[in-house]
């Protein structure tokens, strides 16, 4: 077994500098985040940047697998504490090809400045 880690900090500063918000979202978060304009509104812009984080944190943990990846390859599922992750089709085929199997596991954090996220990436 291998082990690959990615971790990613977000100042949430940027986020909520970013002069065209929706396209951003669109362009990183498909998926769309209901969750953080529903139930974070009070910190929506550190809920956002978490999730960025997360997205950069598993670009960062692929590429040391020699996989490219995109933000569209990862679709988080928020449940709020029960955040998920799932992985694109075009992903999965690529993982399929190379014959990688995997698990992982991540986290992701917020406070006022700053948005952290942390992936571990195990391939058997």
Known sequence: ???FTGIDIVENRRIENIKNLDRF??????EKLN??????KGELYGCIG???ALKEAFIKAFSKLNI???FSDIKIIDGGKNLKVE???????VLEKKNIKLSFDFSISHEKNYSVAIVIISVF
Do not use: G
């Not at 969750?35 to 974070?40: D, G, I, L, P």
């Open 50 to 52: 978490a999730r960025f």
């Open 25 to 30: 979202l669109k362009k990183v978060f498909p």
């Open 87 to 93: 992985f694109s089709e075009r992903l999965r085929k």
């Open 35 to 40: 969750y953080c304009f529903e139930k974070r």
């Open 1 to 3: 077994m291998q082990i």
């Open 68 to 70: 490219e990846i995109y």
